[in-house]
Every structure is written in structure tokens, then in C-alpha cells.
């Protein structure tokens, strides 16, 4: 059961990262009232990271089967999380 869970939680973390690839990080109001809107697959640091991310997670949920495999993709996974590291910077 433990397991079956973790893998909806990493499935909807992969479906959010997917996600990031037609969301907006920041929207810039410039003078005169223009806007300008700034994606993650705009800037080449944050695109990669977000493929990285992304075939991290969509490898840890076809590896489900292999344990080990299993471990070391997920907690990959977690840590090349693009939105997380967009907000420390």
C-alpha cells in the first residue's frame, strides 16, 4: 500500500513538472503599463533542468518494478526540482 501511494505522489509530481513546460515563471510590468511574461522553457538553464526533472520522473515511474532502480530515480528526481531551485535564487 506504502508503495502504490508513493507512486501517485511521484505521478502527480511528474504531471505538475510537465506542467512547467507552458507555465509563465514571472510576469514583468514594465513602463507604461506593458507586460512581459517570462516562461521556463524561455530561459536555457530552467528549460534544461525542467527536461532533467522531468525524464527523472517519468524514469522513476517506469522503473517502479526494479526497487533500487526505483530509490535512487525518484530521490533524483526530488532534487532537480526546477521550481524549488527558481525560488532560491
Known sequence: MWQ???ILYLAIAAAL???LFFCNMATI???EGAEVTIG???KLPF???TIMAFTAHVGALASTRIRFLWLMTSTASQTWNPVSISAAI
Open 29 to 31: 510590468i514594465g513602463p
Open 17 to 19: 513538472v510537465g506542467s
Open 40 to 42: 521556463y522553457h524561455e
Open 4 to 6: 502504490r501511494i508513493q
Open 47 to 49: 528549460l534544461l533542468l
